[in-house]
């Protein structure tokens, strides 16, 4: 089975866990993508989403589904969005499509964050994706030399700028054994916004696709 399939097929799942008249989490990616098509079938029976970047706004939009800022709606019943690494603990790399702040934003105001990736994704270490962080501009060289400090390689992201006009700094060579330290650690620096790790709030449900068909844990 592609990945492509094995999106597809957990952005089925996903539609299990979605109740009329909500207000949606809706993340950024290929797999939210897909995601998005499927919530596109039902969107009669949804009252709208929020989106975690503006091109999952568009493409929602694009759906005829109302795409609604998270002040008008306080917090969301749920949280829908792909990953770019996953432990069995659901602790997750994000980012790799620069989104990360607003993932996290909306993550935090969801009472559940259903991850959804092909199996591809599931880690038994994070680290081997490297490890997103969004920087504010000024700060590129000294974050840089602050990840470096941490055992980390920092490459800067050529050619991106954030939804929230900011850069991307991709740190390799990372080997992750406690992401809720080092999510802490990294937000503690000066100049970073955020960093893609996602445990202090993980995944509530991961659904991973793969030849067996739909795993959750
Ligand atoms: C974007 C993300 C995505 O969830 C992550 O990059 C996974 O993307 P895809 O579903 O395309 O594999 O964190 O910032």
Redesign the pocket.
Known sequence: MS?EQA?QLVAEAAMEYIEWDWVIGV????????FIDELAKIKGQLDGAVA??EASADRLRNHGIKVMELDQVGSLPIYV????ESTKHRH?????????TR?KIVAAASDKFV????DS?LVGMLGKFPL?IEVIPMAKSYVGREMVKLGGNPIFREGVTTDNGNIIIDVHDLSIDNPVDLESKINQIAGVVTN?LFAQRGADVLLLGGADGVTTI
């Open positions: 990945p999106k993340g950024t990616g290929s797999t939210a993508n897909l975690s970047s969005d792909g990953a770019d997750l790399i994000k980012g790799g499509g620069a989104a990360l993932e991850c959804i990736a092909d994704k997103p893609g």
